[in-house]
């Protein structure tokens, strides 16, 4: 690296002074200073980029190492399976032989819903005694109950 210390700074931009001049001095710097700028801006891309990918790369390295596993395991839950479907099939070929037992197996009640008949406790109460005794029969909201009990006002 180019050890710029106070001292050289200060003479290039003497030398710069004497050399371009007083009145095109600020013009020179600020160019500078925006390719200075540029340059920077490019460098920091291109590193970002470069880690990008870096990155890029463990990431599809982690991706085989990952689905490698996964496909151990599968291989591995395939012959386990296997070997107990195996050993499913010969536990249960004796069963199969007897009749009795395959007869109660087969035979499931169907499903019936233990429920009450709402129909009937829902005509218990004509419709009609409701309304004389005055029986809510539908929810009402706030502004309705407000508006409906609100005192009459006197004239």
Known sequence: ???????????IGAVALVVIGPEKLP?????IGALLGKAQRYVS??????????????LKKMKSTVEGAAQSVETSIQSTTSDFEKEW?????GLE??????????????????????????????AWYKAR?????????????????????LN
């Open 89 to 93: 099939s010969s536990a249960t070929s």
């Open 1 to 11: 690296m180019i050890d710029l210390g106070l001292s050289k700074i200060a003479l």
């Open 97 to 126: 032989s007897s009749p009795d037992l395959s007869a109660s197996l087969t035979s499931v009640p169907a499903y019936k819903h233990p429920g009450k008949n709402w129909r009937l406790k829902r005509g218990a109460m004509p």
């Open 45 to 58: 891309d291109v590193k970002a980029e470069v880690n990008r990918s870096i990155e890029l790369e463990e």
């Open 133 to 153: 005794q005055g029986v809510r029969t539908r929810a009402l909201s706030g502004a309705a109950r407000v508006a409906r009990y609100r005192p009459k006002p």
């Open 27 to 31: 013009r020179v710097a600020r160019t």
